[in-house]
């Protein structure tokens, strides 16, 4: 189910469940988020992969609709997300810059050229052992203790410049490093798509707004290895992107 976030007068944040779809006129984001928190008529500003999960804007009036929407044009709304894969990134972080081309059964590619590119910044992390500094005398080791996971797991922290249709995506895949859950880009099995967009920083009328939200579901992202990780890097906007 939806939750919510924040609310402003002009515009509602929500925690938007894997599996919800975006455009169904009974199902979808906005009639269900109109019900749930008895909005009548909310505007969808910016969209999300239906399997992906996450922070997501919902504008109140019109006019809040157009405002937001030339933020995101200008791209003055920063966005961060999660991912996690099982096989290992080409390199560890940087910027993967690329122009989107569409291949088979709705698929897309990244290709060499930069005429429109998609650009996304990202570090990568691996699970095992966790890369965490202690405050508490306890060591990796020790702190992964309590978890099963597959050593081969990579966190991926992703900040994409631009908005295409499955950049992300796209952008992981080129890596070498499709994210789990994803097999429309042969990535291994999952119970989800392991993609959840976590927060979101910008200015609207003057005043700066940083916001999160954990994800909702997912054996991987409810882990306790994953937990101290959240509590790590819960201020993405915080980090030196590369």
Known sequence: MLSLVFEHTDFLVVNKPTGMPMHDAQ???????????????????????????????L???????????????RREIQKYY??????????????????????RNGNYKLTQSRVKPAISQFFSFPLHPLPLASENNTSASDANSNDSLPKSLRLFMV????????????????????????????????????LHSYGLSFRY?????????LPLAGSLFESSIMQQCFARYGQPWELKWP
């Open 82 to 103: 999660i991912a996690i894969s099982d096989k290992k990134p080409k390199k560890k972080q940087g910027k993967i810059i690329g122009d989107m081309q569409k291949a």
């Open 27 to 57: 199902n979808g984001i906005i009639p269900s988020a109109q019900v749930i928190f008895g909005v009548s008529k909310l505007w969808l500003v910016h969209r999300l992969d239906d399997a992906t999960s996450g922070c997501i804007i």
């Open 205 to 213: 009328q003057s005043e700066h707004f940083q916001l999160s939200a």
């Open 159 to 194: 900040k994409p410049l631009t908005g295409k249709t499955h950049q992300i995506r796209v952008a992981l895949k080129s890596l070498g490093s499709p994210i789990l859950g994803d097999q429309r880009y042969s990535s291994s099995q999952a119970d989800r798509l392991y």
């Open 59 to 73: 504008a109140k009036n019109q006019q809040a609709a157009s405002a937001l929407s030339q933020l995101f044009q």
